[in-house]
């Protein structure tokens, strides 16, 4: 059950980011989505859709890789 609740909370974030592409590439197809009324807008919320998807997923794989000892000593956290 743990493994399927961290798939799914993987999941909502990848699903963020594959909208935002689709937004982003409606866009430069001059295609508009119904509820958004303008281009521009649909533009930028495809890229802050984007980022926050891949942001969450960069972010759990770089806490994940930190705890195992698998990153770059450039990458650790300094200790103080």
Do not use: H
Not at 9 to 22: C, E
Not at 52 to 62: E, I, V
């Amino acid at each position: 059950m743990g493994r399927f609740i961290a798939f799914i909370i993987l999941a909502i974030p990848a699903i963020m980011a594959a909208i935002g592409i689709k937004l982003i590439r409606d866009t430069f197809f001059a295609k508009l989505v119904d509820p958004i009324p303008y281009l521009w807008m649909q533009f930028v919320i495809g890229i802050v859709l984007f980022l926050l998807g891949f942001g969450f997923f960069a972010g759990y794989l770089l806490n994940r890789d930190r705890k195992n000892g698998r990153i770059a000593p450039k990458y650790s956290k300094k200790k103080e």
